[in-house]
């Protein structure tokens, strides 16, 4: 009894430990505010830099193309019809075609011109292929943006001269298609992210989403807010009065930990809200840009209890990644050692895991794959967006990447512990 009261003792100093190292180091984070500005910066700032820049992109083609780009049609007679399409485009103005063609293009005065072969009419009236040519200046986007919308005008032209072919022969549009495709995916396996029944999901989504939560994670500044915390104590001379402290070892890194954790869940937040409006923008987009995003049923009800259980792999393995951040920090005598171990971290091993995550292990690996440190979260990872997860292969991945959270706790721990790394440079 008196073995067990002494380690509930433990334990509960411990947690006062942790309590009182976690708010000391928000505290001092809160404190510092230009730091704080700048951990979250980059997920605050892009969707406003998005919108910025693409408002400015759309004020310069309303103002650049006021007034119709310049763009001459040599023979137009010949396809009235084609003249008619491209005088309804509100980016283009038809102008008669100058003596020195070349040097107008040069000059930017003319934008494009397209020359129709002077037999254009007999060929159509014969049904025989015709081809235009289409000549673009280099003088800057506005050339390309002429470019775009010749040819869309000529695709609409041409689907005009296909229907009237078709309908003189009393065919439809699916004569032409023969052979269709119709794609389907075999049923999932346990947990996965699937879409509603009918309804086909790209088949790169999960892949994308991985690599885009592993990388979102690894650039939230949590892993060098850790080193600052450990080899920071060094460099602000507050790691003598830590240690002469009776507060736990364990309960000190905890608490750092902690809130490099917090830090971490908060930023990888506010990017899965910045890709969730990125996705609902592409859901507002034309129809034939559609195929940009996933189905909407998928995008909102499939990931509900998904993202649960992506919270709850990703915590193991951020806690795994933290604690050897806070070893090799607490044994660098100086932050220029923390912060290049910090960036291989997160520049190589974690972005190069998760591609050979992705792209280097088959569909269905053997077991012992899903126990092996960070590569085990990572692949589970994968088969939630995937052909799924079976419950006890997840169970496994998640007991193993909780046993290599503790180990790289308790390997900070004793770092923390030695004289001879907490004296390093000091």
């Given amino acids: 009894m008196a073995a067990a009261s002494g380690d509930d003792c433990g334990v509960r100093q411990m947690l006062r430990v ?39 992109l759309m004020w310069q083609i309303a103002r650049q193309t006021r007034g119709g780009l310049p ?13 008619l399409e491209l005088e309804a485009d509100p980016v283009l103005r038809l102008v008669d075609a100058p003596f020195d063609v070349e040097g107008a293009l040069q000059s930017g005065e003319l934008m494009a011109v397209l020359e129709v072969p002077p037999d254009a009419d007999e060929r159509l009236r014969a049904e025989e292929p015709l081809t235009l040519t289409l000549t673009s200046g280099r003088s800057g986007w506005l050339p390309d943006l002429a470019a775009i919308s010749i040819a869309r005008a000529l695709q609409g032209y041409e689907s005009d001269v296909l229907e009237e072919r078709l309908a003189q022969r009393e065919l439809s549009r699916a004569w032409m298609d023969p052979i269709r495709l119709e794609r389907d995916t075999a049923a999932t396996t346990g947990i996965a992210a699937t879409p509603p029944v009918g309804e086909q999901a790209p088949s790169m989504l999960g892949s994308l989403f991985l690599f885009m939560v592993v990388v979102s994670w690894v650039f939230s500044s949590s892993l060098p807010l850790m080193a600052d915390m450990t080899v920071g104590e060094k460099e602000h001379h507050t790691m003598e009065p830590l240690l002469v402290t009776p507060a736990s070892r364990v309960g000190i890194v905890m608490g750092k930990i902690a809130l490099s954790i917090i830090v971490s869940v908060v930023t990888i937040g506010m990017w899965s809200l ?30 509900g209890l998904v993202l649960v259980w992506l919270l709850l792999l990703m915590l193991p393995l951020m806690v795994m990644v ?20 910090a960036g291989v971290l997160q520049l190589l091993l974690l972005p190069g895991t998760a591609l050979l995550t992705i792209f280097g292990i088959g569909a269905t690996p053997p077991p012992g794959v899903y126990a092996l440190p960070m590569v085990g979260v990572l692949v589970a990872m994968r088969d939630l967006f995937g052909s799924g997860i079976a419950p006890q292969t997840l169970a496994l991945t998640w007991g193993a990447a909780t046993a290599y959270a503790v180990g790289s706790v308790l390997l900070a721990a004793y770092v923390f512990s030695r004289e001879w790394a907490l004296m390093r440079g000091v």
């Fill in 18 to 56: 942790l309590r009182v190292v976690f708010f000391k180091e928000a505290y001092n984070l809160l404190r510092d505010r230009r730091a704080l500005f700048w951990l979250f910066a980059t997920p605050l700032l892009m969707p406003c830099l998005s919108v910025v820049g693409g408002s400015f």
């Fill in 71 to 83: 763009v001459a049609v040599v023979n137009g007679e010949q396809i009235s019809e084609l003249i």
């Fill in 274 to 303: 910045n890709s969730l409006a990125y996705v609902l923008f592409l859901a507002f987009m034309p129809s034939d840009l559609g195929s940009l995003a996933p189905p909407a049923s998928f995008r909102v009800g499939g990931l």
């Fill in 322 to 341: 933290n604690g050897l951040v806070a070893a090799v920090g607490t044994f660098a005598k100086n932050q220029r050692e923390a912060n290049l171990f």
